[in-house]
């Protein structure tokens, strides 16, 4: 994708030199929290072979305003004395405090640092800016940076692939456990995902029983209204945590005749 592209130009940045072309020296990336940002930052570091530099601005503007732009200033200098990946993280801190009239003073001379760095990063690192709120930002800002990337919330696909990821190495009953996983985590962000794996861990390690066990009681929390998912869910219940279908039914409030001819239709479907 477009992120990888990004690594490969900075690898090969010597070779597209030759030809004239530059690479990418500055890149927005936006999303709702939790899809993979700061992440992405440090895949592209570790990608790259070079350091992580991050600087967290919604707290750079609380504790910096009165103390003028030569703070953020020394910042951006630091992390041009060698090759890096500078992350700005929580961009839209800058647009966020432009209602606070006390600061607004302040607030331009930061805001115009930052925009004069923008222009002036050097060719040798790349500079990363993560917003949640790209809609904030003025375009004057946005114009400057050489390539946006926007994150969505993970697909079902893309959700299984995350837990495919984070369950490497671990042992499953039944690798049907991580579709019916990213089933049932509609909406669930990368991050969602990461703290959920890691409870299931925890959990599983405290309570001396299976991820599989762990992760099954935690997905009955979700409690899917209806369809395939709900009955494949049942079925894990049944066969890996031994629940009757009548405890079943009285933890989803069903009957459990309706519990039994769920269960059916997942053992049919498999």
């Given at each position: 994708?477009?992120?990888?592209?990004?690594?490969?130009?900075?690898r090969?940045a010597?070779?597209?030199?030759q030809?004239?072309v530059?690479?990418t020296?500055?890149?927005?990336?936006?999303?709702?929290?939790?899809v993979?940002?700061?992440?992405a930052?440090?895949w592209?570091?570790?990608?790259?072979?070079?350091p992580?530099?991050?600087?967290?601005l919604?707290?750079?503007?609380s504790?910096?305003?009165?103390?003028?732009?030569?703070?953020?200033?020394?910042?951006?200098?630091?992390a041009?004395?060698?090759?890096?990946?500078l992350?700005?993280?929580?961009?839209?801190?800058?647009?966020?405090?432009?209602?606070?009239?006390?600061?607004i003073?302040?607030?331009?001379?930061?805001?115009?640092?930052?925009?004069?760095?923008?222009d002036?990063?050097p060719?040798?690192s790349?500079?990363?800016?993560?917003t949640?709120?790209p809609?904030l930002?003025?375009?004057?800002?946005g114009?400057?940076?050489?390539?946006s990337?926007?994150f969505?919330?993970?697909s079902?696909?893309?959700r299984?692939r995350?837990?495919?990821?984070?369950?490497?190495?671990?042992?499953?009953?039944?690798?049907?456990?991580?579709?019916?996983?990213?089933?049932?985590?509609?909406g669930?962000?990368?991050?969602?995902?990461?703290?959920?794996?890691?409870?299931v861990?925890?959990?599983?390690?405290?309570?001396?029983?299976s991820?599989?066990?762990?992760?099954?009681?935690?997905l009955?929390?979700?409690?899917?209204?209806?369809?395939?998912a709900?009955?494949?869910?049942?079925?894990?219940?049944?066969?890996?945590?031994?629940?009757?279908n009548?405890?079943?039914?009285?933890?989803?409030?069903?009957?459990?005749?309706?519990?039994?001819?769920?269960?059916?239709?997942?053992?049919?479907a498999?």
């Amino acid at each position: 994708g477009e992120l990888a592209e990004v690594g490969e130009e900075r690898r090969r940045a010597d070779e597209l030199a030759q030809h004239g072309v530059p690479a990418t020296r500055t890149l927005l990336l936006s999303g709702p929290p939790g899809v993979g940002k700061t992440m992405a930052a440090r895949w592209l570091a570790s990608r790259i072979g070079v350091p992580l530099v991050s600087i967290d601005l919604a707290s750079v503007v609380s504790s910096f305003l009165g103390a003028s732009g030569r703070n953020i200033r020394v910042a951006f200098d630091y992390a041009k004395s060698g090759q890096c990946v500078l992350l700005l993280d929580e961009f839209d801190a800058l647009a966020k405090r432009r209602d606070d009239d006390t600061d607004i003073g302040e607030l331009k001379r930061i805001v115009n640092v930052v925009l004069l760095e923008l222009d002036r990063w050097p060719d040798t690192s790349l500079l990363v800016a993560a917003t949640n709120h790209p809609q904030l930002l003025d375009p004057a800002v946005g114009r400057r940076f050489d390539r946006s990337i926007h994150f969505d919330i993970p697909s079902e696909l893309e959700r299984r692939r995350i837990l495919e990821h984070l369950a490497a190495g671990e042992s499953l009953d039944s690798p049907a456990l991580l579709g019916l996983a990213a089933d049932l985590t509609g909406g669930a962000t990368g991050s969602d995902l990461a703290n959920l794996w890691q409870r299931v861990r925890r959990r599983a390690v405290l309570q001396r029983e299976s991820i599989s066990e762990v992760l099954l009681r935690e997905l009955s929390a979700v409690e899917p209204a209806r369809g395939s998912a709900r009955d494949a869910l049942w079925l894990g219940m049944s066969e890996h945590l031994g629940l009757s279908n009548r405890a079943i039914a009285e933890r989803f409030g069903v009957s459990h005749p309706t519990v039994a001819a769920g269960i059916k239709r997942a053992r049919t479907a498999r």
